[in-house]
């Protein structure tokens, strides 16, 4: 038997998959004993803002995700194509009904139960073990304070400010230039020479020069934009060291351009002359196809932030990556605490998954789930917690979160930037298309070598591992 605590996203997947491999599972869900701040019923894999599983193309990293979970009998993917409504080329559901669908789901299952209590406490007993922790963003205090015991204190995080992330090829090269403060620069190499050199040098910033005029509307309108009334919940002060840069602007004209739009030691090598501001983005993936904007982290809604960050010169038709946030997320330093089978590095029958573990987002959550329940059920069976394939998109996921960079590690979500392109020639457009025909031949094999009990059946039900 495994225990999973928490029933989100990734807590149901994990007792799904196990249950399909014949194994036992309990779910520990504090909901409606002890609610969160977000979520609103008591149902498993709750929603908790957007409807949307993003992109569901294979010329899409999260598409790829999505079909790779399908071929391993995921049960979020399938209680999300069941209930989908129209999107164009996302994958967004009817979020009552899909949520409904997967507590249906676990719940009937004659391998999984379900019991309502809060854990305030990483159990300690043997009887537990296989455990996942999966209690996502919005992990109780109590239980936040214990994992914070068992990992260090300075490995788990409270609050995710996260700025913006543009698409490079969306930037406009004619409008920025390449240096570092105070010219500690790889000035003149290109962004693929940056990211042949392992893109850590402070070289690899790009800066948006502004003059007065730029600096004047772009200020007016970011002090004017409309903050997102999703996280009104969280009442709490923000660090000074990561404020949102509408704090910021709200604390006076002049706050950011003492602060992330600083201009000092920035002179553009075009005129020689220092600009009035500059907004900086650093190369935010190994691949060099994503720019965050540095010290950007913002509440503003979604709308309102893709059109004051236009503004920005040589960001004009950005496409936007992710924008920015700022919200309470509990998650571990994944690179510190985890192996690639979701398992810590400290114990073999511990695992994290979902949010916690540091990725971000529904899908990526709950691909976590999905491996941590197939390897915590390997360990029941007598078998060995094996990791997927690294050129699949669930292998990447699992091989960043355990070996990025600890240093101010962030949540990620599935990229094309953290899978290993398989022909840096090809155009981008052939590269995904590779990528993702690759990926799924390889997930492909994995399966078959990994396939010793099949999925779920009413026939494979009965063995009490
Ligand atoms: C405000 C907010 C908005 C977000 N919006 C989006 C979005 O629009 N799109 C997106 O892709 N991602 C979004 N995310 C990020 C993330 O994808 C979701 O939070 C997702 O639900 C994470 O899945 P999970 O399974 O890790 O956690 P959850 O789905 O939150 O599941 C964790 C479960 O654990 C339970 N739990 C917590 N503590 C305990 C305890 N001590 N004992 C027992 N049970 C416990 C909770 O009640 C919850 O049911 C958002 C996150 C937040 C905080």
Known sequence: MIHIIGGGLAGSEAAWQAASRGVRAVIHEMRPVRPTAVHKTDRLAELVCSNSFRGDKLDNAVGLLKEEM??????????????????????????????????????????????????????RDASSYPLIIATGPLTSDALSRDIAALVGGEHLYFYDAIS????????????VFRASRWDRSLRGSDAGDA??????????????????????AFYDALASAESATVHDFDKEKFFEGCLPIEVMAHRGRETLRFGPMKPVG???????????????????????????????QTQIKWGDQARVLK????????EFVRFGMVHRNTYINGPTVLRETWQTKTRDDLFFAGQISGVEGYVESAASGLLAGRNAAALVKGDTPRAAPRTTAIGALAYYVAHANPANYQPTNITFGIIAAPDAGSKKKDRKAATSERALQALDEWMRADLKVGPYSPANVGADL
Not at 108 to 118: F, K, Q, T, W
Not at 164 to 175: C, F, G, R, S
Not at 286 to 295: E, K, T
Request: net charge negative; hydrophobic share 40%; glycine share 6%.
């Open 311 to 318: 503004m920005i010169p040589g960001l004009e038709h950005a």
């Open 266 to 296: 920035l002179p553009d090598p075009r005129t020689g002359r220092t600009p009035y501001a500059v907004v900086q983005l650093r190369q935010d993936n190994i691949a060099g196809d994503h720019f965050s904007l540095v010290g950007f």
């Open 195 to 216: 990211a042949a050199q392992g893109a850590e040098s402070e070289g690899d910033y790009l800066n948006c020069p502004m003059n007065k005029d730029e600096y004047d």
């Open 164 to 175: 913006p992330i543009v698409l490079a090829e969306t930037i406009n090269y004619d409008k």
């Open 70 to 123: 399908r071929r391993l009998g995921s049960l979020i993917m399938q209680a999300a194509d069941a209930n989908r409504v129209p999107a164009g080329a996302a994958l967004a559901v009817d979020r009552e009904r899909f949520s409904q669908a997967v507590t249906d789901a676990v719940q009937s299952h004659p391998l999984i139960s379900v019991v309502r209590e809060e854990l305030q406490a990483v159990p």
